[in-house]
């Protein structure tokens, strides 16, 4: 079993539990798990060549998702919202290997 393939199941794990948490109370539990999920997806899915398209992309889906939840029902925003959690946790992770990869070529 390679990493690419624990960072997949780790990105349908993590959008899974967004879903379904948005049909239940969310724990702490869950909002944990889902950051934890993000920071693999970020350290084992996203290729530095992927990187700028992933960040935009990412950055695009956790505004709208945030104008979105506002405007949806309480069950449509809570999925997006715990969905932001997971985005979120996997951009910063992305953003700080840019970051890294950035320093280190100068």
Request: charged letters at 10%.
């Amino acid at each position: 079993m390679g990493m690419d393939f624990i960072g997949r199941i780790a990105f349908y794990v993590g959008l899974v539990i967004a879903i379904a948490t948005g049909f239940m109370q969310v724990s702490q539990t869950a909002l944990v798990v889902l950051v934890v999920l993000g920071i693999v997806v970020g350290l084992l899915n996203v290729t530095s060549k992927e990187s700028s398209r992933f960040l935009v992309a990412s950055l695009v889906l956790m505004t709208a998702g945030l104008a979105l939840s506002q405007v949806f029902g309480k069950t449509a925003g809570a999925i997006l919202s715990t969905y932001i959690a997971f985005v979120a946790a996997s951009a910063f992770i992305v953003a700080l290997k840019e970051v890294y990869a950035i320093q280190k070529d100068e």
